[in-house]
């Protein structure tokens, strides 16, 4: 099925019998192959009497050469794979089997992409980025302080070099393009977190998206809805590895703390009144910053508190 999807990945129509000719087979074949990738992937595709076939939009596939054979080339070994139940699930998966990190996982499509807070991740085929990194952290609880925070910093960075100059950071570790999400992450952790363990660093970015396939729960965007042209996952990908790499780097040698200013100039939400929510009672408080640690530091009816934990989110005051 995918030299099929190479061919019709431009967008534009191909003919049954050009496509067959290219690829060896009937065009009946052809035929139940479109069938099969309609059905399976959820591409949806135009056909036409006297023209032939087309995606209903253009995509460019993963390519694990155009990841490779660049300027940037970044020595974390790539594995693409075509549909996976999550990227995260299947790093996990992976170390389980003994695989050495750093390394990525990236998948053309996740039936059950994983969110924070429970949350599911809508991630259709060939559109968006669904990234899992792999790393060691050695260092005990210490190198695991404000890494989230490090990660959406990275990732603040790859998107800003990619063109989008109104992307902010929301935290613990959203980033935003006029209030509506664009890029989610997941940090997973496993082995002891006070000795040796692995983290496996989960991206999400609405890279290609423009409809809204599946129920999102939220106000969301994409690159492709902001710029207003079709982005090249594998190019955001060589930058997105190239900001990773140096950020994970300070964290490592300095901690978070010397990553922390640069973090808050570029929090969304500081100095705004917001509502913190962790299943139990709401906080309510105006945002004074993040600590030493990535904790959000809150005003609250006077006193400064600070609160932490992956179950946490912010929500403006007067968001209802
Ligand atoms: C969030 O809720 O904001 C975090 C979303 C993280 C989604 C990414 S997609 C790649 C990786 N695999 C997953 O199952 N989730 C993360």
Redesign the pocket.
């Given at each position: 099925m995918l030299p099929l999807l190479r061919l019709l990945q431009d967008g534009r129509f191909h003919s049954g019998e050009a496509l067959g000719a290219v690829l060896g087979v009937s065009r009946s074949a052809i035929w139940k192959q479109l069938q099969v990738l309609e059905a399976e992937l959820g591409l949806p595709v135009h056909k036409v009497r006297g023209r032939g076939y087309r995606l209903e939009s253009p995509f460019l596939l993963l390519d694990e050469q155009a990841l490779v054979n660049s300027e940037y080339c970044h020595s974390w070994p790539v594995s693409i794979l075509q549909s996976v139940d999550?990227?995260?699930?299947e790093v996990f998966r992976r170390l389980a089997r003994g695989h050495i990190p750093p390394f990525i996982v990236l998948a053309e499509r996740?039936v059950a992409?994983?969110?924070?807070r429970g949350?599911n991740?809508v991630?259709p085929f060939g559109e968006n980025l669904?990234?899992?990194l792999a790393i060691q952290i050695n260092g005990g609880m210490r190198q695991l302080e404000g890494l989230s925070l490090t990660v959406g910093l990275a990732l603040l960075r790859a998107l800003q070099a990619s063109g989008m100059v109104g992307a902010g950071l929301k935290w613990p570790n959203?980033v935003l393009v006029s209030g509506s999400k664009i890029a989610?992450?997941?940090l997973e952790l496993t082995g002891d977190p006070a000795d040796v363990c692995h983290v496996v660093i989960?991206?999400?970015v609405n890279v290609n998206m423009l409809a809204n396939k599946a129920t999102i729960d939220q106000s969301w965007t994409s690159m492709r809805a902001e710029l207003g042209h079709v982005v090249d996952r594998n190019i955001f990908i060589r930058e997105l590895n190239r900001q990773l790499s140096q950020y994970l780097g300070v964290h490592q040698e300095q901690g978070f703390s010397a990553l922390r200013d640069e973090w808050q100039d570029s929090h969304l939400w500081q100095g705004l009144e917001v509502t913190l929510t962790a299943g139990t009672e709401p906080v309510k408080g105006v945002v004074l910053g993040v600590d030493q640690v990535g904790a959000i530091r809150l005003c609250v009816a006077g006193v400064e508190e600070s609160y932490s934990g992956g179950e946490l989110g912010l929500r403006l005051h007067d968001d209802s």
């Open positions: 999550s990227t995260n699930a996740q992409g994983r969110g924070r949350r991740w991630s669904y990234y899992s959203d989610g992450i997941l989960g991206i999400g």
